[in-house]
Structures are given as C-alpha cells and as structure tokens.
C-alpha cells in the first residue's frame, strides 16, 4: 500500500519570507501526486498536481512543486509568502486498488504566516 | 457555481440520535467518497461510491451508512450517535477513468455530538 509522510506537522513562518513543505511517498511506480490546501473552515481544495511531463509544477497563488523520483519527495514550495496563505496542506499520492483508486493522504502541515 | 455542497454545514446533536449529511455533485462524477477529519485534522476515508454502487468501506462502524439515491448524490446516515463521531465529515467526487484520481471536495460539514 502506499503511504504519504509529511514530515513537519507545523511550519511558523514571516510575512514575504520563503517557504518549504516537505512530502514524501512510498511508491516505487508511476505516481500521481497532488497538494491540496484548506483554509480555516473550509473544504479542500487542489493547489497542484503532477501528473507526467516536467517534474517541476505551478499552481495557484504562486505556489510550485518539484517531483523528484530518486528522492521520492513531492516538496512544495513558495518565495514569498502571506498571511492569507495561513492554512494547512495536505499532499496525496494516488492509489489503485484493483479497478478501483482512491487518494492516500497525508497527516497535513499546518502553515502559519506571521506578520 | 458549487462543484460539490453539503448540507449542513454545521450539526450540534445530543448523543444517541440519528442524524443525516447530504452531498450533491453538478460534475457529472460517477465516483463520490465520504471522508472524516478528527481534531487534528487527519483525513480518513470512510466509504467509496462508483455510480451507486458500494465500492470502498474502510473500517467504519455499521452506525455509519451512506445511501446513493443517484449517481450525483451520497448521503451518510449516522445512527446512535457517540461523542467520538464529532469530526468534520468531508464529501467528494472524482470521475473515474482518469488515472490520476484528482478529487475535488466539498465544504464540509462539522458534527459536534453532546
């Protein structure tokens, strides 16, 4: 089965400071990988996915992941980050289980941009 | 235009009742999933649809009961309601054939059972 280690479970940063959330996976296959964000009482909601092609994603409010398959890490990145972007991230692996697939999440980072 | 809504948003019930969350999705997605986040905020799947047909059900008290009216809709039933089952329960869809499995999520719905 695979597994999604996100290895810091809070990341405190400063107002337009850079940040780094680390992600990685177990799987030895071809994978599917997603970073979904969620706001204070809010839903999730798909900040970026890698699918195939460069291993170096954009997404949504300037965020970007690299893929980086020796490593197994999915790690997400941002240069300059805000106080909107206070929220808690959760990297996926897709997963199949004969027909049927499903998102491995992982237990989440909480992001704490302070002014 | 909401993808995927739930209602309500918010439930406050006293423990042994039976309560009822429904989720609807306008994306035309055969596959909908029930998701439950405890307090700190760990997401574990609870059940799995694929055009009304029961496809994952991870190990969920049989309290727990989704019902899939049609392939847009996956209601959860919760009977006798216990203090541990306060969690947000999450819904969402995907649209299987896509290897990838991107799933898109609803609001979420915050159970606090007294």
């Known amino acids: 089965a695979q597994s999604v280690t996100q290895l810091d479970s809070q990341v405190p940063v400063f107002e337009e400071a850079p940040v780094e959330l680390r992600c990685n996976y177990s799987?030895?296959?071809?994978?599917?990988l997603f970073w979904y964000v969620q706001y204070p009482n809010q839903g999730l909601q798909l900040l970026l996915k890698?699918?195939?092609?460069?291993?170096l994603v954009k997404g949504i409010n300037g965020f970007e992941a690299e893929f980086n398959k020796s490593q197994t890490s999915f790690h997400l990145r941002k240069p300059s980050v805000h106080i909107s972007d206070t929220a808690e991230y959760f990297c996926?692996?897709?997963?199949?289980?004969?027909?049927?697939?499903?998102?491995?999440f992982g237990k989440g980072t909480k992001l704490s941009v302070k002014p | 235009d909401t993808a995927v809504s739930q209602t309500p948003k918010y439930l406050v019930t006293q423990m042994g009742n039976d309560k009822s969350i429904k989720c609807e999705q306008n994306l035309g997605h055969d596959t909908m999933y029930w998701y439950k986040q405890d307090s700190k905020k760990f997401l574990k799947i609870m059940f799995s649809y694929n055009n009304k047909e029961l496809i994952i059900n991870e190990t969920v008290p049989n309290r727990f009961s989704p019902k899939s009216p049609d392939k847009a809709h996956l209601n959860l039933h919760i009977n006798s309601l216990e203090l541990g089952d306060s969690a947000v329960y999450f819904c969402?869809?995907?649209?299987?054939?896509?290897?990838?499995?991107?799933?898109?999520f609803g609001p979420g719905t915050r159970l606090t059972v007294l």
């Open positions: 996926a692996v897709s997963e199949w289980k004969g027909s049927q697939g499903n998102l491995i």
């Open positions: 890698y699918l195939s092609g460069s291993t």
């Open positions: 799987s030895s296959v071809s994978v599917y």
């Open positions: 969402a869809s995907s649209q299987p054939g896509l290897a990838h499995n991107e799933q898109f």
